[in-house]
């Protein structure tokens, strides 16, 4: 139980392009969900806070415009990283939350590379 | 702001070790401590803590929360080369936050 998937595991694009990242929670309902970005070597670092219905909340120095988050549905959130140029190059991870009580364990998604040239 | 140091970095044993992770915290209203296994891809979820003094167990893993001394360990026995991963401790404090640490790196050799 708790699976979460994401997709793709791994983008190269251009610079200046717009990537769109899934992250789905297959076999229960999310009403939160987060994303982290981790360089390496480095530990996750959370970039925001997705809530279903709702505006994300993002943390200190992350660009809203820069990355957009929809989680349109309970089961669904999307990281957009818009105009992305190489300095966005990273490993993109979201988790999901089953219930709403912040004791509960996040359960995280494969995550997915991303590549900027 | 929240803190959470893992300790140490890196690590390297043989198989059949017994291994421990540490982990210390600072974080305002603290909900719960957790830790994770990251191999090549996303971490996967190991124990959440969230008493003092209890023991968790799964197989040769166990971990134990000490709230008072605001830290965790996390033991491994009879390692084996699957082991080897980096562990991550992460602790969720208030606005439901998670902070992680930077991990330890244990490898395990035959």
């Known amino acids: 139980g708790a699976v979460v998937s994401q997709h793709p595991s791994w983008v190269i694009c251009k610079s200046g392009t717009s990537v769109k990242i899934e992250c789905r929670s297959l076999?229960?309902?999310?009403?939160?969900m987060f994303w982290y970005r981790q360089f390496p070597k480095q530990s996750l670092m959370l970039m925001a806070t997705?809530?279903?219905?709702?505006?994300?909340?993002?943390e200190q120095g992350v660009e809203k415009d820069k990355f957009l988050i929809n989680h349109a549905s309970l089961t669904l959130s999307t990281l957009t990283v818009t105009s992305a140029h190489p300095e966005d190059s990273s490993f993109y991870i979201c988790s999901a939350r089953v219930g709403t009580g912040v004791t509960q364990p996040q359960h995280f998604g494969d995550g997915t590379r991303l590549s900027i040239l | 702001e929240d803190k959470v140091v893992q300790s140490p970095l890196s690590l390297v044993v043989h198989e059949g070790d017994t291994v421990t992770l540490n982990c210390s915290y600072e974080?305002?209203?603290?909900?719960?401590l957790l830790w994770y296994k990251q191999e090549k891809k996303a971490p996967t979820f190991l124990f959440m803590l969230t008493s003092s003094g209890i023991e968790k167990k799964s197989g040769r893993l166990s971990s134990i929360l000490d709230k008072k001394e605001l830290f965790s360990i996390l033991n491994i026995t009879a390692t084996q080369t699957g082991d080897s991963a980096v562990y991550l401790c992460?602790?969720?404090?208030?606005?439901?936050?998670?902070?992680f640490g930077i991990g330890t790196k244990l490898q395990v050799i035959p």
């Open positions: 974080v305002t209203n603290f909900r719960s």
């Open positions: 992460a602790v969720a404090g208030g606005y439901q936050k998670v902070t």
């Open positions: 076999d229960f309902q999310a009403t939160t």
């Open positions: 997705s809530n279903e219905g709702s505006k994300a909340t993002y």
